[in-house]
């Protein structure tokens, strides 16, 4: 008889992934059963940042670039979004589509300028490009709206109808989250993913190896810029749908730093990270501004970036791959992806 252990093995093995995801999808479909209101809401949070955070893993865990700008093509989507359709009156699901396409466009046009530079130097720019983009929200106050946001975004329509209620955001979030899990897992093990390990240091890759094996680097790593840059449109032209308001604020520098932080606690090895860290790093947030409230009396902001600095410095010492490591403890062999 198999012991504990070994069976968790088996259930993570690459011939029974398709379970186990099918299993993740399972509960979350049922997660509104049992969890109250607030607790949809929560998860609605979890899920968008669950979709940024993925499309920076493999950015960063799979290609090697460093990015504090996922804000910028966040907040493109969402304001793409909510211009067209309060203005234009399409329908949200194709401008939808639309932004996604023009973030991609973005994405690769930046990604070529950027794909030569490494480490530090990328954030740095990176970092500089999501001030400037909140800088143009603020001055282009009668597209955008400026720093007051821009309000009465439409939600998004199922049938000829617009559903209001939390639950049907749940639900779109999650199925849109499932999805780009699945082709980000068939990524991962397809042509280019496999090119991308051999030029990424995280992977036991080399990229002067991979040049002298005639590896195209440059068009690997913009594709897979390219491919963050429009989960990252996604979740914001979601988000935009779901809260109906937007402002400049929620797609700043604050929101950048804040996926990289998930990335590396949840684990760049695997985008099933994504969904670990945030997970872990919105129900702590959640936490603080139940409990600090009623212990200390005001705002939770310091107190969050002090959760947020501990929990990544005791990753970084004790997980240095990730929450994902734990489960790959488990495994005989890296084949769960």
Request: glycine share 12%; net charge positive.
């Amino acid at each position: 008889m198999r012991t504990v252990k070994e069976k968790i093995r088996a259930l993570l093995s690459g011939r029974e992934h398709r379970m186990v995801l099918a299993l993740f999808a399972v509960v979350l479909m049922t997660v509104p059963l049992v969890a109250g209101p607030y607790g949809v809401i929560v998860m609605v949070d979890v899920g968008l940042y669950s979709i940024v955070t993925m499309g920076l893993i493999l950015l960063m865990g799979f290609a090697g670039q460093i990015s504090l700008g996922q804000g910028v093509f966040f907040g493109l989507g969402a304001y793409m979004s909510g211009i067209i359709t309060t203005r234009c009156g399409l329908s949200p699901w194709l401008v939808l589509l639309v932004a996604a396409v023009a973030a991609g466009a973005v994405a690769i046009v930046v990604g070529r300028a950027l794909v030569r530079l490494r480490g530090l130097i990328v954030a740095g720019v990176t970092l500089a490009l999501n001030l400037v983009f909140c800088s143009l929200v603020v001055s282009l106050r009668d597209l955008t709206g400026g720093a007051t946001g821009l309000p009465l975004i439409p939600r998004l329509p199922l049938g000829g109808f617009a559903p209001s209620n939390t639950l049907f955001s749940y639900y779109v979030v999650w199925i849109v989250a499932i999805l780009l899990l699945v082709f980000s897992l068939n990524l991962v093990n397809s042509r280019t993913g496999r090119a991308l390990k051999s030029v990424n240091l995280l992977a036991g890759g080399s990229e002067d190896t991979a040049q002298v094996l005639g590896v195209d680097i440059i068009r690997y790593k913009v594709q897979v810029f390219a491919v963050g840059a429009i989960y990252a449109s996604i979740a914001g032209s979601l988000y935009a749908h779901y809260t109906g308001c937007i402002e400049p604020g929620a797609f700043g520098v604050h929101f950048s730093v804040l996926v990289a932080i998930m990335a590396i606690i949840g684990g760049m090895t695997s985008p099933w990270g994504a969904f670990l860290g945030a997970g872990l790093i919105v129900s702590v947030n959640e936490a603080l501004r139940e409990v600090m409230p009623a212990v200390v009396g005001g705002s939770t902001g310091a107190y969050e970036l002090i959760a947020y600095g501990s929990i990544l410095v005791a990753t970084l010492l004790f997980l240095p791959q990730g929450l994902m490591s734990i489960w790959r403890r488990l495994q005989p062999q890296e084949r769960f992806r």
